[in-house]
């Protein structure tokens, strides 16, 4: 099992573009989700998703969509990058539901925005 | 505002000795989690702590949730230099309506030999 995959591991884009971080989980996990990281803040959560086409929102959504439209993949889309989403994101999974269990994480995508 | 508060942030202690984090916070929650994340690297789980008073050992880890459930610590005795990392502890709890994963701001560790 690869687990929790993400890419791309770096990225740096100009203000004003848009991306597609990829993430993908072998684990056939109902729940996955997306965290940024900001130092001093922990990990926040951004969107998750517990299932096959349901996806909701977390803690910071803004600037952000999600989709899910298999249980093994969840991208993450920046539509306008701003400087201000110059963090280390990482993408999570795990069995059922979003609490109580254990959150598979992947090695994370780090992003400059410039 | 953070729903989870850790402290210290920051710690540098030497090999061997004892130190304490403690994840606080003003929620109930149903469980409390703790992670450890190394540098370029996603946090892995620890420990699940659900029963208020409960206490959990790994090693030369002691995990502890509150009785009240809103208030956990890690202790760990005699320190190694392998211990260093980011622990993050990460709160269940109901939050809009569904219930979700509450990450502390982390304690950053450094142990030197």
């Known amino acids: 099992n690869a687990g929790v995959t993400q890419t791309p591991k770096f990225q740096v884009l100009k203000t004003g573009q848009s991306m597609t971080l990829q993430c993908a989980q072998d684990?056939?996990?109902?729940?996955m989700s997306w965290y940024r990281q900001d130092p001093g803040m922990g990990l926040r959560l951004i969107h998750y998703s517990v299932g096959a086409g349901i996806t909701d929102q977390g803690e910071v959504p803004n600037g952000y969509n999600v989709s899910r439209s298999t249980t093994e993949d969840f991208p993450l889309r920046l539509l306008s990058a701003a400087p201000s989403q110059t963090s280390v994101y990482f993408c999570a999974s795990s069995p059922l539901g979003g609490g109580g269990e254990t959150q598979y994480f992947g090695p994370g995508t780090r992003l400059l925005v410039l | 505002t953070q729903l989870l508060e850790q402290s210290p942030q920051f710690l540098s202690i030497q090999e061997g000795e004892n130190l304490t984090v403690y994840c606080n916070s003003s929620s109930v929650f149903s469980s409390l989690q703790w992670y450890r994340q190394e540098p370029g690297e996603g946090p892995v789980l620890l420990v699940t702590v659900v029963t208020g008073g409960e206490v959990k050992k790994l090693k030369r880890l002691t995990f502890q949730f509150g009785d009240a459930r809103k208030d956990s610590s890690l202790h760990i005795t005699a320190a190694q230099p392998g211990d260093t990392g980011l622990y993050l502890c990460?709160?269940?709890?109901?939050?809009?309506?569904?219930?979700?994963?509450?990450f502390g701001q982390g304690t950053r560790l450094t142990i030197n030999p």
């Open positions: 990460a709160g269940v709890g109901i939050i809009q309506g569904a219930q979700k994963l509450v």
């Open positions: 684990m056939n996990h109902e729940y």
